[in-house]
DNA sequence: TTGCTCCTCACGTCACGTGAGGTGGC
DNA sequence: TTGCTCCTCACGTCACGTGAGGTGGC
């Protein structure tokens, strides 16, 4: 498939297909110019965007998944150490904890700023 | 007080204290080429900081405390419009959402990989 | 000829980190 | 003289965004 449509299907732009390239995570076959996605570079994005959502920035991911050729179809969390995923944790854990003592304190002016009597 | 006086008082670097000026955020007082800061800086440093744990932007931060001078003592949420509360807000929750599924889905990935009996 | 999709630079953004090279007072 | 704190550039980092200028096939 060509750029376009794998930007569409997964919901990322041209500019981040081809920063992944870049990277060397993606390894989309040529015709002239042109980029052709195939099975398993649709495998790799997928773990990409799964190890992002996880959090680990893309050094990390490229390092966990970069032997991979995305024939073997593997889940980006099954390639985590157990010391990777404590940790990942851990972070994960410290920044929800920063996000609802935002939310709590938002919460908090807004109430201030109009009370409703029956939500005390 | 110095720069480093500062610094360490609030947990930033020198670096940060000299961005801030460097956005206009705040105005130390020179002595030849060394800065001071005075009441005033630290209370705009203050509100910085506590905009930027409620998740606002350096410029968004500048616009709300923009023409204070920081002799009237006001908290940073005071200055925000019920739009801008309810804005805010929606983007942390959402945010919220994606690290707590982050968390839960690497905490199952921890339980299949080592599985504790007595945690089903 | 027009319109769409693709391409390659390459600078911009955000909030700083990180040297390089130099100054000033105890 | 050494050590500490301060200074000003200015490039680097992260994950892309955003034009600029050009190509190729329907």
Redesign the pocket.
């Known amino acids: 498939m060509?750029?376009?449509?794998m930007?569409r299907e997964f919901g990322v732009?041209?500019?981040?297909l081809?920063?992944y390239e870049d990277r060397n995570l993606i390894r989309p076959r040529r015709f002239?110019?042109?980029?052709y996605y195939g099975g398993p570079d649709r495998a790799r994005l997928e773990m990409i965007l799964k190890g992002?959502q996880l959090g680990f920035?893309?050094?990390e991911i490229a390092e966990l998944i970069g032997a991979e050729d995305g024939a073997t179809k593997v889940e980006f969390e099954e390639k985590l150490r157990p010391a990777q995923i404590a940790e990942q944790l851990d972070h994960l854990e410290r920044q929800r904890v920063e996000i609802e003592n935002a939310i709590a304190r938002l919460k908090a002016t807004r109430e201030r700023k109009s009370p409703r009597p029956d939500a005390a």
Chains 1, 2 share one sequence.
């Open positions: 060509t750029i376009g449509e930007a732009t041209l500019r981040t081809r920063f002239g110019s042109a980029r992002k920035t893309l050094s």
